[in-house]
């Protein structure tokens, strides 16, 4: 993580010639992503703080970066409720969709609560069972 800098003021990160200021298109701070890290199509992995569809979408087309998160409150264009009602009762069941765009995927997965994803990266193939 220490490629990414979080900051409430983007005015004095934009002066800085080592980084990319995105646009404010991006959700609740995602300040800067390094230089570096532009094109490498690499994973960033954020919390449900970052996770929403704009941001997913201005990473993948802006700076070649794949996104995957929790999705809490940041529904917008998200079918959160859907996901929550078509996942099965018993834990591991899940349920995912594909947007209509094919960028992104949605995902429910019952762990005690239905937990909501959203990733343009991966698969939804059913893998080995965690061991816990």
Known sequence: MQNLKLSARRCCLRSTPHTWCPPLVLSCGLACVRKPWKGTNRIVVGDSW????????????????????MVKTNTSGFPKKWLQDSCGTTRGDYVSALT??????????????????IANCSTTLIGKPARK
């Open 100 to 117: 209509e765009e094919g960028d992104a995927f949605a995902i429910g997965h019952n762990d005690k609560c239905v937990k909501t994803l």
């Open 50 to 69: 970052f996770a929403g569809l704009k941001t997913l979408r201005a990473l993948k087309k802006e700076h070649g970066l794949y996104f995957a998160g």
